[in-house]
């Protein structure tokens, strides 16, 4: 693994300089730190091109998405290249100082509770079971149909199906749930799906546990997670008193609207 410090401006996305201008391999990915919002928190896998992730200073706490960024990929073995000015990496280092990705408790910009959502038929598979699995788990244990995972659509790096991935409430999560069913990204909040459940889990209890990863973009758990240790509550449609046909925008705001008055936690 090594670090490569590079202008911010740096465009060569398809020919590693670093390797004679060869394509990049998987071991290779780059993180660029925007000066405006154009492009924050964006990450691109691009067949033929180095994986990256794109933030921008504009984004509350992206000193802390920098850090957590590079210590997450260096334990993955990767080759970083850094488009970050060294004012701006040295300002990150200090206010990051000694804290981990894996840090075991919430910062205070981190929510309270981690959302994970997913089918009906895999919430039914779930609930029997009793834990939420990586895509990569449930595929060495012969548990899936598909061949790959809805994330590979969606530019994730491989090393992310190692993970189960959460929100803190949006309604991003429901777009993959309304892609896979649709087998094409959808990205329409309102275009009609079949919505099937959202978990919602003590972060707190994640973090102190020791569960939590966080790579400067997601908040994730490795491998597998307990439901009854961490669950506070779960959504389906027909707790929400709504069709299973509706779409991701109803969904979403009905179940945290719902949970917030239960729970009195803000999603």
């Known amino acids: ?21 060869l394509p990049y391999t998987d071991d290779w990915i780059m993180l660029k730190l925007l000066e405006t919002s154009k492009g924050f928190n964006l990450l691109q896998y691009l067949e033929g091109e180095v994986s990256r ?32 000015d060294k004012k701006d990496l040295d300002t990150a280092q200090h206010i990051y100082g000694n804290h ?10 981190e929510g309270k509770v981690l959302i994970h959502t997913t089918s009906k038929e895999n919430y039914n598979a779930i609930m029997q079971d009793g834990y939420l699995k990586s895509w990569n788990r449930l595929n060495r244990h012969s548990q899936l149909t598909e061949k790959a995972p809805i994330g590979q659509v969606f530019g994730d790096p491989p090393d992310y199906s190692d993970y189960i991935m959460f929100t803190n409430g949006g309604l991003g999560a429901e ?19 079949m919505a099937g459940a959202r978990f919602y889990f003590d972060a707190d209890k994640i973090a102190k546990d020791g569960l939590l990863v966080r790579d400067g973009r997601h908040l994730k758990v490795r491998d597998s ?27 979403t705001e009905k179940a945290n609207t719902m949970f917030e008055k239960e729970f009195g936690i803000s999603v």
């Open 175 to 193: 777009r993959v749930v309304a892609s896979r069913q649709k087998g094409k990204i959808d990205l329409n909040f309102d275009s009609p799906y």
């Open 225 to 251: 997670l307990s439901i009854n240790s961490y669950i506070l509550w779960i959504a389906t449609p027909d707790i929400l008193g709504i069709s299973e046909e509706t779409t991701p925008r109803i969904f």
């Open 53 to 84: 992730l794109i933030i921008s200073k504009e984004g509350a706490d992206w000193e802390y998405q920098l850090f957590d960024f590079i210590q997450y990929h260096s334990s993955y073995n990767k080759n970083i290249l850094l488009a970050v």
């Open 100 to 109: 981990s990705y894996k840090d075991r408790f919430l910062r205070p910009y």
């Open 1 to 21: 693994m090594n670090i490569y410090y590079v202008d911010p401006s740096f465009t060569e996305v398809r020919d590693n300089p670093y390797r004679n201008n």
